[in-house]
């Protein structure tokens, strides 16, 4: 409907807003390639002489909140440098625009490219900023929901994983008490696999469960992350000893990888789906697997992802 009013009237701010919607809730689905498109839609409009009066409109700046989410989508569709790059260039326009609830979005969900890439102390340096934000401004979206679950996740990357875990209880607690529904899954995934680095394997596959039970129920549409829940899933069970289905969920992560083009996502599937064949003495099926994979990517080969896959490909030979 935004979309119709902006052609009818050949609004800039009705495409912008339009795009920026619509960029948002492909993002959610899990259609990765609709979402980018709509945010180069939205970044190739937007002017902030022409269309920095929409911050006071929205409450949050457009561009900013487009960047963030746009960090998400380029690299789950395999550009790690070029997420960044993205990541870099919202904190920086956040920071001229002044505004705080901008920033602080800048500074959480726009840093999550630095979560993915193994780069948790980047991701905690920007959160600790956020939360400070956030107490000056009475933000408690950021101080009690995002910030500790951003947090939570970086601790656990950093080997910290009761503290970690304990931070990401709080922020899905805030999160849903407040009735907030969406990236619940991602983080409860997230917790699942933090358990299972405990030692608490049915506990891990117990939340795992009732997140896929949750993806998939009827009306629930969120599928952005499915295929890392799956992927996590499939890790559980190897752990406990369930090879046969490990690897039924890795071949489920994979097939909606692909349906997605979600070449980061693919990469870890195929990472943990070879490392399990290789412990079956399947050395072949294992690089056969990964190596095409890896040899997509045509950038990010220093990042966490990808050196582990080029270290796994070297021991198979």
């Not at 920026?20 to 492909?26: D, E, P, V």
């Not at 002044?98 to 979560?115: D, I």
């Not at 952005?224 to 799956?230: C, K, S």
């Not at 752990?239 to 490990?246: H, L, N, S, V």
Request: aromatic share 8%; with cysteine; proline share 3%.
């Amino acid at each position: 409907q935004i979309m119709e009013a902006a052609e009818t009237h050949q609004d800039s701010d009705f495409q912008i807003i339009g795009h920026q919607a619509l960029a948002n809730s492909y993002f959610w689905l899990g259609d990765l390639i609709k979402a980018r498109e709509h945010a180069d839609q939205v970044l190739s409009l937007y002017t902030e002489e022409r269309h920095g009066h929409l911050l006071d409109l929205l409450n949050h700046d457009v561009k900013t909140t487009n960047l963030a989410y746009a960090s998400h989508t380029i690299w789950m569709l395999g550009f790690p440098e070029q997420a960044v790059r993205v990541s870099e260039e919202c904190e920086s326009h956040a920071r001229r625009r002044g505004n705080a609830v901008g920033l602080s979005y800048a500074l959480t969900l726009g840093a999550t490219g630095f979560k993915h890439l193994g780069r948790p102390d980047e991701v905690l340096r920007r959160a600790e900023e956020a939360e400070r934000l956030g107490r000056d401004n009475g933000l408690p979206f950021f101080t009690e929901a995002l910030v500790p679950a951003q947090s939570g996740i970086a601790v656990i990357r950093r080997g910290q994983v009761p503290e970690g875990i304990a931070l990401l209880k709080a922020g899905i607690a805030f999160w849903e008490a407040s009735g907030g529904r969406t990236s619940v899954p991602y983080h409860k995934s997230v917790l699942a696999e933090g358990l299972a680095q405990l030692g608490d394997l049915d506990g891990a596959l117990s939340l795992i469960e009732d997140v896929i039970a949750q993806v998939e129920r009827p009306g629930w549409e969120e599928r952005q992350y499915y295929a890392e829940t799956l992927r996590i899933r499939g890790a559980i069970l190897a752990r406990k000893g369930d090879t046969e289905g490990a690897e039924r969920s890795y071949a489920a992560s994979l097939d909606w990888a692909l349906h997605q083009q979600a070449k980061s996502f693919e990469l870890r599937t195929a990472t943990s789906h070879a490392r399990l064949l290789r412990e079956q003495g399947r050395a072949r099926e294992a690089y056969e697997l990964l190596a095409p994979v890896y040899g997509w990517f045509t950038e990010g080969f220093g990042t966490k992802d990808l050196r582990e896959a080029r270290a796994l490909l070297d021991e198979l030979g």
